[in-house]
């Protein structure tokens, strides 16, 4: 992205002059790690991947190797953080959730993604399908480093990043919605950068 | 690059004053996962740009998490079982 002129010394207004991004944004090339515990480090060979939820006609559970013989796609994507930093152009590789959910019969409405690590966010389902959120493992064509996420992560960006959250494990599908871990703790239930959602009651 | 902190009970001091009204470092926390009990400044804690969170240091289960939005402080203490807290002499 090309930068817009500015005069030396005029520094006033700068977030308004950056293109693309979402009010109170700020543009950063550095890709920030927050981590709110240890991070944890599970061994490919005992990780899985699980749909579940109690309208389930089957629960579903693919193995690493498994999960690696989906469908995967490429995703290029900007990522707007809570804390204000926005990132442009980032390249991801991984799996829809389209594909994944189309392998289930439910009647639910919302989606928990569950983590490693203890972490969760909740989502409707009409926001993670239509190839706007992703599964994936591999960032900048490289497998994610376990401090970005790694083994794999959620990938919803049209969402604040929180909710692309972390060391996914799994889709819990459920007719209620749920708040997670940080939508809980007064974090905004939908986190739209493009309407500023940070917080509750934003 | 880490925008997070891990750091010792201790340096959630600041914090906790802000919402208590008192001093909460020798506050002694039951973990309501493993039952270790340990004083608020022997916990380990994540200062992360999105909150706090003070884990045990037996488990690391999170015990207290506080997130600051621009108006209110929300405070989850539910994987703690029990906190005991002894007045401030002073403030007696």
């Not at chain 1, 804390?83 to 442009?88: A, D, G």
């Not at chain 2, 902190?5 to 973990?31: H, P, Y």
């Not at chain 2, 929300?74 to 906190?83: E, H, P, V, Y």
């Amino acid at each position: 992205m090309s930068q817009p002129m500015v005069s030396r010394g005029f520094r006033g207004r700068q977030r308004s002059v950056e293109a693309n991004l979402p009010p109170g944004q700020y543009l950063t090339n550095d890709f920030p790690v927050l981590s709110a515990g240890p991070t944890p480090r599970t061994q490919l060979a005992k990780w899985d991947f699980t749909i579940v939820g109690t309208t389930l006609v089957q629960p579903k559970r693919w193995t690493w190797d498994e999960f690696q013989a989906l469908p995967r796609v490429t995703i290029q994507a900007d990522i707007h953080c809570v804390t204000r930093w926005s990132k442009l152009g980032t390249r991801w590789e991984g799996v829809a959730l389209d594909t994944l959910l189309a392998r289930v019969q439910h009647q639910a409405r919302f989606v928990i993604a569950y983590c490693d690590g203890g972490y969760s966010t909740n989502l409707p389902l009409n926001e993670v399908l239509g190839g706007k959120a992703w599964v994936v493992d591999s960032y900048e064509g490289a497998p994610l480093a376990p401090e970005h996420g790694g083994p794999a992560r959620l990938l919803v960006p049209h969402r604040y990043f929180w909710k692309s959250t972390k060391w996914v494990r799994g889709l819990e599908l459920s007719v209620d919605d749920r708040p997670g871990f940080w939508e809980s703790l007064g974090y905004h239930n939908d986190g739209d950068p493009w309407r500023e959602q940070r917080y509750q009651g934003d | 690059m880490d925008a997070s902190r891990r750091l010792d009970g201790n340096a959630a001091a600041g914090l906790l004053r802000e919402i208590f009204c008192w001093e909460m470092t020798s506050a002694a926390v039951t973990c309501g996962n493993c039952g270790a009990t340990n004083a608020v400044g022997a916990l380990i804690i994540y200062a992360s740009p999105m909150g706090t969170v003070l884990r045990c240091p037996a488990c690391e289960q999170p015990l207290v998490r506080v997130v600051r939005t621009s108006n209110d402080y929300w405070l989850d203490i539910s994987g703690a079982r029990c906190i005991q807290v002894t007045p401030d002499t002073a403030a007696t």
